[in-house]
């Protein structure tokens, strides 16, 4: 069964402070990994996406992939109200011939003004 | 505007009486799927197509039905529905079955059987 774990929260910060948000999987094949922010009652919504070991910036998120720990991680620099939200962190399967798409359960991040 | 359109976007339904969730993209996308989300379980995949009249279980099939004759619509159906599919449903689609595109989700169904 694959699993994609995620701490689930709250996780609080302070206005300006940096957000650390971390998921580990199972699947050791796995070769494409996403985070997505969901508001409450609303639909999910692609913020980062990775596939090679490293960092990947994109403005103040910064995604990290390190495939031999199966940890992926994902910083939010100079965090705003705005940003609360539940964070989903999500792995393709390894297998050939299809696209399934698994997800964690989410870490709510709060952020304090 | 591009967009995967899901509805109804409420419904109350009483066990048993067969329902249809309506999905439809306009982007011409192969891919398509439905998840389920539910406190403390996060977003389960359902079914997924990766064409036309090609269609996979997901990780929670039981109790679903689905069909892919058109490229736009994927229609999720309950035959029978029981209070434990009482969730927050999504559908989503994307280019194609190549792994590491993006995945566009529609606004969400909450669904309640009673």
């Known amino acids: 069964q694959k699993e994609v774990e995620q701490n689930s929260g709250p996780l609080s910060v302070p206005e300006g402070a940096i957000a650390s948000l971390n998921c580990t999987y199972s699947d050791r094949g796995s070769q494409s990994f996403f985070w997505y922010r969901q508001y409450s009652g609303k639909s999910p919504e692609l913020i980062m996406s990775?596939?090679?070991?490293g960092d990947k910036e994109d403005g103040r998120f910064t995604a990290q992939l390190n495939k031999a720990s199966q940890y992926v991680s994902l910083l939010i620099r100079d965090s705003q109200p705005s940003d609360s939200a539940t964070y989903l962190c999500?792995?393709?399967?390894?297998?050939?011939?299809?696209?399934?798409?698994?997800f964690g359960k989410g870490t709510k991040l709060s952020v304090i003004p | 505007e591009a967009q995967v359109t899901q509805n109804p976007r409420y419904l109350i339904t009483v066990t048993g009486k067969k329902l249809t969730v309506t999905c439809s993209q306009n982007m011409n996308h192969e891919y398509m799927s439905w998840y389920r989300q539910d406190p403390g379980l996060g977003l389960r995949q359902i079914y997924y197509s990766m064409n036309v009249e090609v269609t996979d279980k997901g990780d929670v099939p039981e109790g679903y039905k689905v069909s892919r004759k058109e490229k736009r619509n994927f229609p999720l159906i309950l035959e029978s529905p029981s209070p434990n599919q009482t969730s927050l449903y999504f559908c989503a689609s994307s280019p194609s079955n190549y792994l590491g595109n993006t995945i566009y989700f529609g606004e969400g169904s909450w669904l309640t059987v009673v």
């Open positions: 999500a792995v393709t399967d390894s297998g050939a011939g299809s696209y399934q798409l698994t």
């Open positions: 990775i596939y090679s070991n």
